[in-house]
């Protein structure tokens, strides 16, 4: 099993621009989420989804947004990318929110 | 909503001593929680859980906590810590349907 798989890991982009980070699990997992981290303030949720189908937000979920057309992807879209979307993007995945997560490696995201 | 402390930012420790790191959380209900490690340039595992049972759990490498539910803490502890486990550290709570990540706390240990 690959795990928890994310694309780009690093990318640059200009303030303004649009992209999307692609996570992808190869566990079944129902429950999937988006974290964003930042220096002195851990992890904090973007977006998720208990499963196909169905997101909702978390706790800081402006400028992003998510969808979830199969159990195994969670596509995070930056809209139009701003400085403060500055941060290292973690997806993370589990059979439910209640458990354990298992976390992708990372996309470190510079919006400049 | 519910928030989770970790009080100490900066821990810094030689070999072969003692560590313990403070978790506090708001949640007055049921709780799951968490501590996960963050190896330099990987990505968060699972160190230990706590969901019922046994207050004192036992995780990988060493580790354990301890679940004080009048004191809200979930505290980390490792008797004799190594270099090799530099990381930061970040608890995790799960309440009524909300789960929260503290600040983190980054663990030197000198050789």
Redesign the interface.
């Known amino acids: 099993n690959a795990g928890v798989t994310q694309t780009p890991k690093f990318q640059v982009l200009k303030t303004g621009q649009s992209m999307t980070l692609q996570c992808a699990q190869d566990m079944n997992h129902e429950y999937m989420s988006w974290y964003r981290q930042d220096p002195g303030m851990g992890l904090r949720l973007i977006h998720y989804s208990v499963g196909a189908g169905i997101t909702d937000q978390g706790e800081v979920p402006n400028g992003y947004n998510v969808s979830r057309s199969t159990t195994e992807d969670f596509p995070l879209r930056l809209l139009s990318a701003a400085p403060s979307q500055t941060s290292v993007y973690f997806c993370a995945s589990s059979y439910k929110r209640e458990v354990e997560q298992y976390f992708g490696p990372g996309t470190r995201l510079t919006v400049t | ?1 519910q928030s ?1 402390s ?1 009080h100490n ?1 900066h821990v810094i420790l030689s070999e072969a001593a003692s560590l313990e790191l403070g978790c506090n959380y708001s949640y007055g209900g049921t709780v ?1 929680l ?1 501590w ?1 490690v963050q190896y330099p340039g ?5 160190l230990l ?1 706590y969901f019922s049972g046994d207050p004192l759990v036992k995780g990988i490498k060493g580790f354990e906590a301890e679940f004080i539910k009048s004191k809200f803490s979930f505290n980390l502890r490792k008797p004799s810590v190594q270099w090799s486990d530099t990381a930061e550290y ?1 608890c ?1 709570v ?1 309440g009524n ?1 909300d ?1 929260r ?4 706390t980054r663990l030197t240990v000198k050789p």
């Open positions: 909503a989770v970790q930012h799951n968490f996960y990987q990505h968060l595992q699972l859980k970040f995790a799960v349907n789960m990540f503290g600040a983190g």
